[in-house]
């Protein structure tokens, strides 16, 4: 595989976030290729999660990048901020979980699973079966040194 300008730019962009927003957690694991985070996906604005049909055609058309989704479901009987949230599943995932735009997947796939601390401390988990996990990477003791 021959490695691009594209690829190079990613990889610089990946490396800086990585050194300005590291985090106290990091990633372990593998993807288990369940298919899982391309079926449940959330999206949210600053106001929250999306939670109507309304809203998420006005982003598709706001967003291009949105039209490569689906509604697939409702969150019911959750934690009160994700109750009612739409759930959404890629319209390029195969029956056999498999992307079919592996690829030119875009950015946001190519970061699956991003570690965003805010989330892990609203009790945010990965999904059922995923390979991937949380874990520390600085315990408690070490920041206070």
């Known amino acids: 595989m021959k490695y691009s300008f594209k690829n190079f730019i990613e990889d610089l962009i990946f490396d800086i976030k990585t050194k300005l927003f590291s985090s106290k957690y990091i990633l372990k694991g593998k993807c288990k290729r369940c298919g899982n985070c391309c079926r449940n996906i959330l999206f949210s604005t600053k106001e929250g999660y999306i ?50 735009i592996y690829f030119f997947r875009p950015l946001f796939c190519r970061d699956y699973p991003d570690i965003n601390p805010n989330l892990i401390y609203n009790g945010v988990t990965m999904l059922d079966n995923c390979g991937y996990y949380f874990d520390i990477n600085k315990d408690f003791k070490s920041y206070l040194k």
């Open 51 to 100: 939670k109507s049909k309304e809203l998420f055609e006005t982003m598709q058309k706001k967003y291009p990048y949105y039209r490569n989704f689906k509604i697939s479901g409702v969150i019911q009987d959750k934690k009160d901020f994700q109750n009612g949230a739409l759930t959404f599943e890629c319209k390029f995932i195969s029956k056999d979980n498999r992307c079919k």
